[in-house]
């Protein structure tokens, strides 16, 4: 059982200066693994397209199957038998899922340059299927990985060193923290003294965004935004933080893309504040570009998050007014 088919579609050069759009001159079937295939030509396109000055070409399977996978491969044939260079050369992937559909090019020559290849009157299309895998086999179901550790987590089953945050108790797997974050690595693993306490209490860390950051090192996701309260941006902010305090850097981009979604009137400024603060240069620049158009300037200005932020951060609040003067 061969995976792939090859063919020498041959065409008569005469004869398909003469056909209409539409018109199609089809090959013999041939067989790549124990599926039946032909190619179809259109010399003058299969609709109308421009000025039709173009070949379509296509592989269609014939036999009756689902989930068919195979590589499309054709190549001109010059006169002296060759396979043609790299620019009349074209390959498709094709996913097939019944018998009947035909994958490949609207427009894959010009026929104004297909004299250079004709032989004996004919013209050579080299033309290989291969097939991919066995289309019988079932295909795998997605990895459920998260779901299973994010189960271990519910349970707590096996858990070895438990965080106390907000006066609430986050038990973990410390293996799984240091394989995630190599701030957790560095402080359950190394030589300081949270290495050896079964209980460790941090400082100055929202509970809930620390929840969410726990569920996000066993689980590589963040649940829907509905579940994020009456403030997602506030959420964000925190989550941020404890994204960058434990070098979780995927869960950073995530919580900057969701801010830069949500940048506005009433939360630029605190925004700004929080790039700043945790080097979020493009975040940084989504918010100044905000800041710099005259209607959204003179609103946000406004708020208590603007009037913080002036205090809190007079470097970027001249930076920001510099921008936004042109100075």
């Keep these: 059982m061969l995976s792939a088919g090859l063919l020498r579609f041959k065409l008569d050069y005469e004869q398909i200066q003469h056909l209409a759009i539409g018109d199609v001159v089809s090959s013999e079937n041939f067989s790549a693994r124990d599926y039946l295939w032909k190619i179809n030509c259109y010399p ?7 000025k039709n000055e173009h070949l379509s070409l ?24 060759k396979l043609s260079s ?3 050369r074209r390959s498709v992937e094709v996913h097939l899922s019944e018998g009947g559909i035909q994958w ?7 026929r104004s340059d297909l004299l250079p290849y004709v032989m004996n009157g004919m ?3 080299a033309c290989l299927v291969r097939v991919l895998g066995d289309s019988n086999m079932p295909v795998p179901p997605p990895s459920d990985l998260a ?17 106390i945050v907000g006066g609430e108790a986050f038990p973990a797997h410390r293996a799984l923290l240091a394989a995630r974050s190599p701030v957790f690595c560095a402080e359950l693993f190394g030589s300081m003294a949270d290495a050896t306490m079964p209980s460790i209490t941090l400082q100055d860390i929202d ?5 969410v950051m726990l569920r996000f090192i066993y689980t590589d996701d963040l649940p829907p935004d509905d579940e994020f309260g009456d403030s997602p941006v506030d959420m964000m902010l925190h989550l941020l933080a404890v994204a ?13 893309l969701k801010l830069w979604e949500n940048v506005s009137v009433d939360t630029a400024a605190s925004i700004l504040a929080c790039a700043e603060t945790y080097s979020c240069p493009k975040l940084k620049t989504k918010c100044m570009e905000f800041f710099a158009v005259k209607e959204n300037f003179k609103k946000a200005a406004l708020t208590d998050g603007f009037v913080m932020l002036l205090q809190k951060y007079p470097t970027l609040a001249d930076e920001l007014l510099g921008r936004i003067l042109g100075i």
Excluded at 58 to 81: E, H, P, R, T, W
Excluded at 104 to 110: A, H, L, Q, Y
Excluded at 147 to 163: A, E, K, N, P, Q
Excluded at 207 to 211: D, E, K, S, Y
């Design 44 to 50: 003058h396109g299969v609709e109308i397209d421009g």
């Design 86 to 88: 790299s620019d009349v």
């Design 207 to 211: 509970p809930a965004a620390f929840r």
């Design 104 to 110: 490949g090019w609207n427009r894959f020559i010009k």
């Design 147 to 163: 779901t299973h550790l994010g189960h271990l987590l519910d349970r707590t089953l096996g858990t070895d060193v438990s965080f």
């Design 244 to 256: 960058d305090r434990y070098a979780l850097e995927r869960l950073k981009v995530m919580c900057e």
């Design 123 to 125: 013209v050579t299309i």
């Design 58 to 81: 296509y592989a269609q399977l014939v036999s009756k199957s689902k989930n068919v996978k195979a590589f499309f491969n054709a190549m001109m044939v010059g006169i002296d038998g």
